[in-house]
């Protein structure tokens, strides 16, 4: 079975950093695109860029551009999203999914708290 | 970037067919044939409805297709059943980025 698994809740403070991870399995991880997408009450689905494993090329949305950073260890077949100081409007669920035009295979979900 | 506009609710009883609008622009679903939906239960993730415009995957039904026409895709739901009670998403390719709709909530009456 294609599935992605991503990493447990997290609740954090203004400030502090994450790490988040996305594990795909059942199928050639490294040969395809991972996407990460944020979702919010008010904003709805956000694209923020994806990953491509073979070459780790990677782009970001502009909204995104230098808020986040997103990476990828295919010798483990994962995928990762990170921030180096979290913010209050960062709290939302993060998807990873795969694919380049659309995306078929979705994550879990991880959701992140940021609250003092 | 804006998000593509979508209606915000759309109700029908079982058995009907319903349309959703998805509205961009020229850079966007009136530029490419890269438009996709896709489905949402409470607390669940996103699933992959319609890719390419129009083409379904494997072990999605029949009763959901889709259409593009100049800047504005639409997704159809033909004999409406209880269990496509959801909010429905399109996303659209645009150079080096990509753009999701504002969602729909669907009702089944």
């Known amino acids: 079975e294609v599935q992605l698994v991503q990493s447990g809740a997290e609740v954090k403070k203004p400030g502090e950093s994450l790490k988040i991870s996305c594990k795909g399995s059942?199928?050639?991880?490294?040969?395809?695109?991972i996407g990460w997408v944020r979702q919010t009450p008010g904003k709805g689905l956000e694209w923020m860029g994806f990953?491509?494993?073979?070459?780790?090329?990677?782009r970001y949305s502009p909204s995104f551009q230098g808020q986040v950073t997103i990476s990828a260890d295919k010798s483990i077949s994962t995928a990762y999203l990170q921030w180096s100081s979290l913010k209050a409007s960062d709290t939302a669920i993060y998807y990873c999914?795969?694919?380049?035009?659309?995306?078929?295979?979705w994550g879990n979900g991880t959701t992140v708290t940021v609250s003092s | 970037q804006s998000a593509l506009t979508q209606p915000a609710s759309v109700a029908g009883s079982p058995g009907q067919s319903i349309t959703i609008s998805c509205t961009g622009t020229?850079?966007?679903?009136?530029?490419?044939?890269?438009v996709s939906w896709y489905q949402q239960h409470p607390g669940k993730a996103p699933k992959l409805m319609i890719y390419d415009v129009s083409n379904r995957p494997s072990g999605v039904s029949n009763r959901f297709s889709g259409s593009k026409s100049g800047n504005t895709a639409s997704l159809t739901i033909s004999g409406l059943q209880a269990e496509d009670e959801a909010d429905y998403y399109c996303?659209?390719?645009?150079?080096?980025?990509?753009?999701f709709g504002t969602g729909t909530k669907v009702t089944v009456l």
């Open positions: 059942g199928y050639s991880f490294s040969s395809r695109w």
């Open positions: 996303s659209s390719y645009t150079s080096n980025n990509r753009v």
């Open positions: 990953i491509y494993l073979v070459d780790s090329d990677t």
């Open positions: 999914a795969r694919g380049y035009y659309y995306m078929d295979v």
């Open positions: 020229s850079s966007d679903v009136g530029g490419y044939n890269y």
